[in-house]
């Protein structure tokens, strides 16, 4: 039976090797980021892992450009005082990566604890105007469910939506409805973005 065991837990191993957005989860949390990986796993996972969530990145961001540029903003018609050119600067240093590549310059940085959850750092203002590109990724990949129980429960509830009466409803409209009722009741909708 041990046996056994350790076979069905290698099969589920083998799954989440098979795609990148476990360790894309990890690594877009601020807690973790890729030291997390590179301490705690097997180095012959490491390799592997990282380089197919960079393939990831990769993929995303060729499909999604980005319409936000760099360059700095034009210096306002009137003269700062010193505390707003200070302020001025305090803010290009922290919206703008240092390099080009938002994933690379996030994984550089250290992790650290923001004492919220990952999608909530990731919805933040300053996140989202440092990593535009990355912080959309980041929604895409922390939304995925770790388990298909409640999506399969949320959709099996559409029967009770869909009698007699609204039989012309179509599919996107049921989908919609049952997505917000779900949003609704889990607060998600109630959610600061």
């Known amino acids: 039976m041990i046996n056994h065991c350790w076979q069905k837990f290698d099969s589920y191993y083998t799954e989440t090797d098979n795609s990148p957005l476990y360790a894309a989860a990890l690594i877009l949390n ?10 705690c796993w097997p180095e012959r996972w490491q390799n592997k892992a990282l380089s197919s969530v960079k393939n990831l990145w990769e993929k995303y961001r060729e499909e999604h450009p980005v319409s936000m540029s760099y360059e700095r903003q034009p ?3 009137a003269p700062l005082d010193l505390f707003d050119s200070i302020e001025r600067d305090i803010n290009n240093k922290y919206t703008r990566p240092s390099s080009q590549d938002e ?6 940085g250290e992790p650290y ?7 909530q750092w990731w919805a933040q203002e300053q996140q989202q105007k440092r990593w535009p590109r990355l912080s959309a990724f980041a929604f895409e990949v922390l939304s995925v469910p770790a388990m298909s129980d409640e999506p399969e429960r949320v959709f099996s509830n ?34 600061q973005v």
């Open 75 to 77: 210096e306002p018609e």
């Open 158 to 191: 559409a029967r009770r939506q869909i009698s007699w009466d609204r039989m012309q409803l179509g599919v996107e409209t049921v989908e919609k409805t049952e997505c917000l009722k779900s949003w609704y009741r889990s607060g998600v909708s109630k959610m």
């Open 113 to 119: 604890d923001p004492k919220v959850s990952a999608i």
């Open 30 to 39: 601020p807690k973790r980021r890729t030291n997390y990986i590179k301490r």
């Open 103 to 108: 994933y690379e310059d996030y994984c550089s």
